[in-house]
């Protein structure tokens, strides 16, 4: 069963607390596919680092750590290049290179929705991030990638065109910005969690929001899967 982590403005806890149900339940699970802070979390989670850590890693970080001045403010207002050193610190340097198949979200230069599944992970994610007009694009192998969120939050469809039928793992973080699309997810079993509440200034309180996100998880868990 392959699990998808859907957009979400700075939703890191809770995503995290949706790992940790997952880790709790011990589900095994097949491939990780995320978009934009899905993407962030799902990428640590993929390399083997468990909730409890990402919650470390991530709880104390300011977003505005995450920007960078630029002089090119016809391409965003600011660049994204401190989040691709944080995760080379943290990751593995391709996606190749995780122990479990990983789906980066992203929008192409075509300003399509894209599954990329091979090539510089720091870089695809921290691309995956990259919110239109905040962020400049990310170029990876000449094209400019952007935040996937903008397009399609969960990126259901295009999954399914690449991994085929079969039921999936879905944590989807209630919508701040960017695009839902109408995608069937009878089939599937979906957690959902509230909006992070954060900020530029601030994530707020990423350990509450993970425990929140947690026991909301934790309950579908046991009814999704009859336990």
């Given at each position: ?9 700075l939703?890191?806890?809770?995503h ?10 011990g589900?095994?699970?097949?491939g990780?596919f ?10 640590l ?5 468990p ?12 977003p ?6 630029h002089?090119?403010?016809?391409r ?56 239109p007009?905040?962020?400049a694009p990310v ?10 969120g903008?397009?399609d ?6 999954h399914?065109?690449?991994r085929?039928?079969?039921?999936r ?11 839902d ?7 599937d ?26 026991r ?8 999704g899967?009859?336990?």
């Amino acid at each position: 069963m392959d699990l998808l982590l859907s957009s979400g403005f700075l939703a890191f806890g809770r995503h995290i607390g949706a790992l940790a149900a997952i880790e709790d339940q011990g589900l095994p699970i097949d491939g990780v596919f995320g978009t934009s802070s899905g993407a962030l979390t799902g990428a640590l989670w993929a390399a083997g680092l468990p909730a409890a850590q990402i919650l470390a890693e991530l709880g104390g970080v300011r977003p505005l750590d995450f920007m960078a001045g630029h002089w090119a403010l016809h391409r965003g207002l600011t660049s994204i290049d401190p989040v691709i050193r944080r995760l080379e610190a943290l990751l593995p340097p391709t996606i190749e290179q995780l122990p479990r198949p990983f789906g980066v979200g992203v929008r192409g230069a075509d300003g399509h929705f894209s599954w990329r599944t091979r090539g510089p992970l720091p870089t695809l994610v921290a691309a995956s991030c990259a919110m239109p007009v905040i962020f400049a694009p990310v170029v990876v192998d000449g094209e400019a990638l952007a935040d996937g969120g903008a397009v399609d939050r969960l990126g259901a469809g295009p999954h399914r065109s690449l991994r085929g039928p079969g039921r999936r793992l879905i944590h989807r973080v209630a919508r701040s910005a960017g695009v839902d699309q109408d995608d069937d997810l009878s089939a599937d079993l979906v957690m959902e969690s509230p909006r992070s509440g954060a900020s530029f200034w601030s994530l707020g309180d990423v350990a509450a929001q993970a425990a929140e996100s947690r026991r909301i998880a934790s309950q579908a868990l046991r009814a999704g899967l009859g336990g």
